[in-house]
C-alpha cells in the first residue's frame, strides 16, 4: 500500500515564530488533506490540497503532486497551534484514507 | 447541526472481554469509517459501511466486527481483548460511499488491563 512519511516528528517553537511541516507520499494520490488533532483528540480538518497553494490565516499548504510531497506553513505560531499534525492521503482505487505518523508541535509562550 | 458524535467517551476492559462502540454520523451522511488510533501513531483505517453494506477492510483480525444501522449509526464490536487494542477509536461520516471527505468524531478512548 501507499506510505506516508511526516517529518519532522516532533518540533518545539517559541510563540511568534514561523515552521514548516513535510509530507511524502509513496504514490499518485486523488486527494491529500491535513488535519489539526487537539489534546483532545478531535481530528479537525485543514486543507483539502491535491495540488497547489491555499492559504487560511496564519496556515498554508503547498501540494507538488508531481514530486509527491506536501508542505505545511505555520507563521506567527501561538500557543493554540499545539497539538499533532497529520497529513493523509486519499487513492480513489480503493477508497482509502491513509495518514502519516504525525508531526508533534508543542508552541511555547 | 450536530458533528460525528461517539460513546462512550472512555472505556476500560480487561483482557479477554469484550466491548462495543458507538458511533452517531452526521445527519443525511450515509458512510461510516472507524479507525484504529494506537499512542503516538496516525489513525488507521478498520472498516467502512455505506448504506448498511461493508465497503472496505483494513487489515485487522476477525476479533474486530461492525455493522451499520437503518439509521446510519454504527456499531464497532472487539472480541478477546489485547493489552495491544489500547487506543482511540475514531469514527468519521460521509455524505457518500467515497472516504475523500470525512468528519470525525472526537474518538472512544479504551484502555485494556
Known amino acids: 500500500g501507499i506510505q506516508v512519511e511526516q517529518s519532522p516528528p516532533d518540533l518545539i517553537l517559541q510563540e511568534g515564530a514561523n515552521s514548516t511541516l513535510r509530507c511524502n507520499f509513496s504514490d499518485s494520490v486523488n486527494n491529500l488533506q491535513w488535519f489539526h488533532q487537539n489534546p483532545w483528540g478531535q481530528l479537525i480538518n485543514l486543507f483539502y490540497i491535491p495540488s497547489g497553494t491555499k492559504q487560511n490565516g496564519r496556515l498554508s499548504a503547498t501540494t507538488v503532486a508531481t514530486e509527491r510531497y506536501s508542505l505545511l506553513y505555520i507563521s506567527s505560531s501561538q500557543t493554540t497551534d499545539s497539538g499533532v499534525y497529520f497529513c493523509a492521503v486519499f487513492k480513489a482505487a480503493g477508497n482509502k484514507l491513509t495518514f502519516g505518523g504525525g508531526t508533534r508541535v508543542l508552541v511555547k509562550p | 447541526d450536530a458533528g460525528v458524535t461517539q460513546s462512550p467517551t472512555h472505556l476500560i476492559k480487561t483482557r479477554g472481554q469484550q466491548v462495543t462502540l458507538r458511533c452517531s454520523p452526521i445527519s443525511g451522511h450515509k458512510s461510516v469509517s472507524w479507525y484504529q488510533q494506537v499512542l503516538g501513531q496516525g489513525p488507521q483505517f478498520i472498516f467502512q459501511y455505506y448504506e448498511k453494506e461493508e465497503r472496505g477492510r483494513g487489515n485487522f483480525p476477525d476479533r474486530f466486527s461492525a455493522r451499520q444501522f437503518p439509521n446510519y449509526s454504527s456499531e464497532l464490536n472487539v472480541n478477546a481483548l489485547l493489552l495491544g487494542d489500547s487506543a482511540l477509536y475514531l469514527c468519521?461520516?460521509?455524505?457518500?460511499?467515497?472516504?475523500?471527505?470525512?468528519?470525525f468524531g472526537p474518538g472512544t478512548r479504551l484502555l485494556v488491563l
Open positions: 468519521a461520516s460521509s455524505f457518500g460511499a467515497r472516504v475523500e471527505t470525512q468528519y
